[in-house]
């Protein structure tokens, strides 16, 4: 059953290092919607191209869409007011938001992104981006067992040839 994702108007407040990030929809600057659109954009179309591997992904950035994303939605809170978002302030938002813990916090994330994409009316594009990455997580998992246990069969088969009493013994039959 599909959760149904409803609006907000309020603030979402995220403190990092004694920096007060906060989320607010109604105070965002054509800049942040913008760049935050483009990303989820360039996400979608990355998405289209299947990736061969995670090294791929990762090498183009598609694995931290999510925190790159919410770097451009919030604003640094100062003295208790927003201060107008720049450009180059996703750059410090990203590494501060990337130290962010907890489910509480990552729950937090998902809900401005979920608002935001609501709100702009691109739903649809947000879940297809979350599939796709949750595709790529599975098949990278899928990938790395298959070669472990490949590796784990590989040392089996060396373990029993080395004192396998059939071994040729280097000695000719008389």
């Not at 289209?48 to 919030?74: D, M, N």
């Not at 813990?101 to 990552?106: D, K, T, V």
């Not at 599939?131 to 040392?155: A, P, R, W, Y």
Request: contains cysteine.
């Amino acid at each position: 059953m599909a959760r149904e994702i409803k609006k907000k108007t309020g603030k979402t407040a995220f403190v990092i290092n004694e920096k007060k990030l906060v989320y607010d929809y109604n105070k965002l600057t054509i800049v942040q919607a913008e760049s935050a659109l483009e990303i989820l954009r360039f996400k979608n179309d990355m998405d289209s191209i299947k990736p061969e591997s995670f090294f791929h992904v990762k090498r183009a950035g598609g694995h931290t869409w999510r925190s790159q994303v919410l770097a451009y939605l919030v604003s640094e809170e100062i003295d208790s007011k927003l201060k107008v978002f720049t450009e180059g302030d996703e750059e410090k938002n990203v590494l501060l938001i990337r130290q962010l813990q907890g489910e509480a916090n990552y729950k937090k994330m998902e809900d401005c992104i979920n608002d935001f994409f609501t709100n702009k009316g691109m739903l649809k594009s947000l879940s297809a981006a979350k599939h796709s990455q949750h595709e790529i997580d599975l098949k990278e998992k899928f990938v790395q067992t298959l070669v472990g246990t490949m590796m784990n069969f590989k040392n089996m088969n060396d373990t029993k040839s080395e004192t396998s009493p059939f071994k040729k013994s280097g000695t000719k039959a008389k």
